[in-house]
């Protein structure tokens, strides 16, 4: 099963909820925990884990040949990114821009576009105290994360458990983490902005078809919005955590929450428990 930990916005303690459930499964299920918030990777901090092998990632882009270009633009017109430009007699290409679609040089009449590999990242892969581990680190300054969260995705095995802390937010490298999940679990807080962005997050993933249920953090503070939005909207609550000083403590020195306080571990349990039927019960509608 895969089960995608994401949210509509940062802060509201997605790492804190993903290494937690991977840590609580360890011992009876084989578990791996997918870091793909490429731009900011945080789960190494809290499981410290043993890196065992590492792999750059690499797009196509273009490259062109000046002996046979013929400035007709056309690279140009088909690039839905704006990746090149064609101005008089120069041809202007902007790496950071293309997604390495291969349309121009595909296209190209005078086949004068050829495709070379330009480093944006690097996935690396180990394992800690029984978790499979694997995360990518997008390179400083490049533009595009979903390249390196395929990466990633790819590096995974179908077997067991797998946990994907997905990127904050809802654009691009969201979608492409939480694609193909079997269930996304939205961590929010019961605030304004915590209801605002998690109504964002739902019209994600139930525009990818994914089942969802939320796990309410920092429970105690705020109002009763987000509570009510869940009630209406059929999605059910499946973890509430409080806010409270010592989780807070424990966090801020990089401990995981089922390591610092493991009566949390059952609760983290129960969760997969409840996605499990969650799961299996859709599967069971689709089927008729």
Not at 130 to 151: C, D, N, Q, S, Y
């Amino acid at each position: 099963m895969i089960i995608s930990v994401a949210s509509g916005k940062g802060g509201t303690g997605k790492t804190l909820v993903a290494t937690s459930l991977a840590l609580s499964l360890k011992h009876s299920h084989g578990v791996v925990l997918l870091d793909c918030d490429v731009e900011e990777p945080n789960d190494h901090v809290f499981l410290q884990p043993e890196i065992t092998g590492s792999k750059a990632v690499s797009i196509l882009v273009p490259k062109i040949g000046e002996d046979k270009c013929t400035y007709c633009g056309r690279c140009a017109e088909v690039c839905t990114y704006h990746a090149i430009a064609v101005l008089g007699n120069n041809v202007m290409t902007f790496p950071q821009l293309c997604h390495g679609c291969g349309a121009c040089s595909y296209l190209c009449p005078e086949k004068a576009i050829s495709e070379e590999s330009r480093e944006t990242g690097v996935v690396e892969w180990g394992h800690s105290d029984g978790v499979g581990f694997i995360h990518g680190k997008l390179t400083v300054g490049e533009a595009m994360a979903p390249p390196v969260i395929r990466k990633v995705k790819e590096y995974a095995s179908n077997d067991g458990t797998v946990i994907i802390d997905v990127p904050p937010g809802t654009s691009c490298p969201v979608v492409e983490a939480i694609k193909g999940s079997d269930f996304c679990l939205l961590v929010t807080e019961p605030t304004p902005f915590g209801l605002n962005d998690l109504c964002l997050a739902v019209e994600t993933v139930r525009e990818l078809n994914i089942p969802c249920g939320v796990v309410l953090n920092r429970a105690g503070v705020g109002d009763a919005g987000v509570q009510e939005y869940c009630r209406k909207q059929k999605i059910p609550i499946l973890l509430t955590i409080p806010l409270d000083t010592e989780i807070a403590r424990l966090y801020s020195r990089g401990i995981p929450l089922v390591e610092g306080l493991p009566e949390w571990g059952e609760s983290f349990r129960q969760l997969l428990k409840r996605v499990t039927e969650l799961v299996d019960e859709r599967n069971r509608d689709t089927e008729w």
